[in-house]
């Protein structure tokens, strides 16, 4: 079996998670990693065994060739790693939610993959935690009767959360595509943070096959009081609930809280599961692995999948600015940011629960 050579750029706590998981799969092998911070850079390398370092993204891809382009930068660095990931003749380019800031950015960099044929991989691995596998498994087994509804809440902002809230329902619902979103935005704080988005979005999806999704995301989402932050604040970023409901039960998964559900036939039933990197990465880049050694092994978190979501998102967003229903597919690119940033009254958001205030500058 071949080795795939890799490189990662972004030595953040992303990147080094990514590099760690490739690093402790004997079909990788880290060849570079970059950061343009040095200390950050410098601290990486030695956990990795040293692979060659540079501040130089393009100029590590270019001697390089690696087989996989990784890149694990703040959401406001997408399109052009995209396209270095193409020009160095990368087979597979691995990246973080989300897609991209804007519907104009996604749109190009889901061009730029399809003219190139590169796959692409986008990092929504949380899905591999036992808990998340449960309740897909209880949805896909039917035992949830007919799908009606979809549901997603976390008190994270969007830019950092909604886009994981999707995914995994749309994992629950198949991936089937979305026809139409309305949504309305609250407070201007998180505007003005490198993962921009307002400090509160919520909205509904219709779906082709009928299943309508309900996503409540940032200050004012409900507090998810199975998961107890008050001794460990940083907990406040897994109160995150996903689940479906059926004509025969529900089913629903809790990032820091494992998963329930009751259906006709089994009654009550539940689970333990937390949100955990560790367990999390190994079995997404041996994916990658088995993706790039077979085109029919398609990677579950692959673009196409993500891009589903991340229009669903980008059309929230455009919603919330603009009014009204929004139609899917999108057909055009627009600056959602921008227009949030216009459109978003200039009033402090109303928070769901106390820890919510700190967290949103507010306490
Ligand atoms: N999938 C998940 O569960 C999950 C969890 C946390 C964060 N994320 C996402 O991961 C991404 C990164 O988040 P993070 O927490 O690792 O951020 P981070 O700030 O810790 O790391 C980003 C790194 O990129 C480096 N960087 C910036 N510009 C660069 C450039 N031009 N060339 C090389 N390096 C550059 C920075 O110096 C920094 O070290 C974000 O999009 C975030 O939303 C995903």
């Known amino acids: 079996m071949s080795q795939y050579r890799v490189m990662v750029v972004g030595m953040g706590k992303r990147g080094v998670h990514h590099a760690t998981a490739f690093n402790a799969n004997p079909r990788f092998e880290v060849a570079g990693i970059c950061d343009i911070d040095q200390k950050r850079l410098d601290d990486a390398a030695t956990k990795l065994g040293n692979p060659e ?27 052009d790693f995209i396209k270095l990931g193409i020009e160095c003749s990368a087979k597979l380019i691995a990246f973080e939610k989300p897609v991209a800031m804007t519907s104009r ?11 190139s044929g590169v796959k692409a991989v986008v990092s929504h691995q949380h899905r591999y935690g036992g808990h998340y596998k449960k309740v897909k498994e209880i949805v896909a087994s039917g035992a949830l009767g007919r799908i009606q509804t979809v549901y997603g809440t976390a008190t994270g902002w969007a830019a950092h959360m909604l886009s994981h809230l999707i995914d995994y329902t749309c994992w629950f619902n198949n991936y089937e595509p979305a026809e ?10 998180k505007l003005a943070d490198l993962h921009t988005s ?13 299943v309508r999704g309900i996503y409540d995301c940032g200050a004012g989402a409900p507090d998810v009081p199975e998961v107890d932050s008050s001794k460990e604040p940083k907990l406040w970023w897994r109160k995150a609930r996903m689940g479906a409901q059926g004509s ?34 190994p079995p997404y880049v041996q994916e990658m692995a088995d993706w790039l050694d077979d085109d029919k092994k398609v990677h579950p978190c692959a673009f196409a999948n993500a891009y589903t979501g991340f229009e669903i998102m980008a059309a ?12 899917l597919p999108l057909t055009s690119g627009a600056d959602e940011v921008a227009l949030l940033k216009a459109k978003v009254p200039n009033r402090p958001v109303l928070v769901s629960f106390n820890q919510s205030k700190k967290e949103f500058g507010l306490a």
């Open 316 to 327: 929230l967003y455009r919603s919330a600015a603009e009014g009204g229903q929004v139609a």
């Open 248 to 281: 025969e039960g529900f089913a629903e998964v809790i990032t820091n809280g494992g998963w329930r559900a009751v259906t006709k036939r089994g009654g009550f039933q539940s689970g333990p599961g937390n949100m955990d990197y560790v367990e999390d990465m």
């Open 105 to 115: 950015e996604g749109i190009q960099i889901k061009q730029a993959l399809d003219k």
């Open 180 to 189: 139409w979103v309305m949504a309305q935005a609250a407070g201007r704080g």
């Open 53 to 79: 370092k540079s501040l130089d993204a393009a100029a590590l891809a270019k001697k390089h060739k690696p087989d996989l382009f990784c890149f694990c930068t703040l959401p406001n660095l997408r399109l």
């Open 198 to 210: 307002p400090d509160y979005v919520a909205g509904v999806v219709h779906y082709k096959n009928g």
